[in-house]
Every structure is written in C-alpha cells, then in structure tokens.
C-alpha cells in the first residue's frame, strides 16, 4: 500500500485567509483525490487531482475556493481560499494504489488535516 | 444517482459483544465494495470485497458481500473498547470514478 503524508495535521485559521495543504505519497500513482469531511459527516469528495492538466472538481466545489495543484505523480496541494467558518473539517487526501491505478485499486488516505476558521 | 446507506448509524454495545454492521447500495456498473474504520481523521483500509459469499476474515473482523441482494455485512466478534470507531462503506463504480461512501456507522464499545 502507499504510504502518505499530508502537511498541515491541524490549524487554526481566520476567516478571510487561506490555506494550502500537501499531499506527498511514497511512491507514484495515478489517482489522487482530495476529499473533505465536516463535522459528524461522512466524506465528500472535492475533485480528482490529474497530473499535468487541471482538476476535475466534484458539484458544489470550485476551483477559485479550491485551488489544486499536481505537478508530478507523487504530489499534490489544494488550497482553501478565502476561508469563512464553514471551511472547518477534515481535508483528507487519497490515493488508488495498484499497478494499474484502476477503480478496482484498493483507495488508501492520508493522515488528514484538521481545519478551524475563527 | 448512486447511493450507499448504511446502517445502523450508531451503536453502543459492551465489551465482548458480537456486532453487524450493515452497508446496502444501489450503483451502476458495480466493480467492488470497501470497508474502512476511521478512528481520528484517517479512514484505515479493512477490506475490499468483489465477489459475493467470499468471506473476507482479520482476526475478529470478517465482511461479506451479497451482489443479489446488493448489500455486505461486516461483522466483530468480542468488541473490544479499541474497536471504538466510525465504519464506512464505499463502493467502486467501474472506470476510474471516485468512491460512494456511505454515512458511517459510529461504534462505541464501554467496558
């Protein structure tokens, strides 16, 4: 399985101001994703990260809030833009691990960052 | 539009019980369904189950998926407070399409 690390775990921001999270995996894969979880809910996926071409967002998600970046196989950051109280959850990223990087690859997460807006 | 429910979506029960957590779905084009625990922030991958009436087993976790009937079951035997945790489903629909998650079933084992 892969091994990923997301910086920050957790902070502690105020509203108007934005945040960049980094998912770095050990080892290339072809699917990233970034999902969000706010409070006592289940996980909401914000988009697909692609490499090399720009992100495929989910509905209700827009890439002026969420800016994604990927520049290579192994790395990935989604930016929280112009943060408002709302933005508070869990920012997890995943990844499908396999050789062929298919659906049918089990779907491995990050440790997750924990985000409150003040 | 494809949907996971799971249930039930909380469920407090003493040390040593036995539990079953139920997942149903109704997806196009199914490929496979996982089961996670999330203790804190990371959903930690348990199982993932492609066809049905294969019993997948870890120690006192076992999982099962019925493609009839389109549900799978994830079963603890002798809950220990360690087992404290949300469940989720997710189903993989074929292609490379994210994860249907369901809810979760939040777990709470006292001693």
């Known amino acids: 399985s892969a091994v990923i690390s997301q910086k920050p775990s957790r902070d502690i921001c105020q509203r108007g101001t934005s945040l960049t999270i980094q998912c770095q995996v050990d080892s290339q894969v072809t699917m990233m994703f970034w999902y969000r979880q706010q409070p006592g809910q289940s996980l909401t996926l914000i988009a697909t990260a692609n490499q090399g071409s720009e992100a495929t967002y989910e509905s209700g998600f827009v890439i002026d809030k969420f800016p994604i970046s990927r520049p290579n196989l192994t790395f990935s950051t989604l930016t929280v833009s112009n943060m408002s109280p709302e933005d508070s959850s869990i920012y997890l990223c995943s990844v499908t691990s396999g050789s062929s990087g298919g659906s049918t690859d089990t779907q491995y997460f990050g440790p997750g960052t924990r985000l409150t807006v003040l | 539009e494809d949907k996971v429910v799971q249930s039930p979506l909380s469920l407090v029960v003493h040390e040593g019980d036995t539990v079953t957590l139920n997942c149903s779905y109704e997806?196009?084009?199914?490929?496979?369904l996982l089961w996670y625990k999330q203790e804190k922030k990371a959903p930690t991958f348990l199982f993932m189950l492609t066809s049905s009436g294969i019993e997948k087993k870890s120690g006192r976790l076992s999982s099962i998926l019925d493609k009839k009937e389109l549900f799978s079951i994830l079963n603890i035997t002798a809950t220990q407070t360690g087992d404290s945790a949300v469940y989720l489903c997710?189903?993989?629909?074929?292609?490379?399409?994210?994860?249907?998650f369901g809810k979760g079933t939040r777990l709470s084992v006292i001693a």
């Open positions: 997806v196009t084009n199914f490929r496979s």
């Open positions: 997710a189903v993989v629909n074929s292609g490379n399409t994210p994860l249907v």
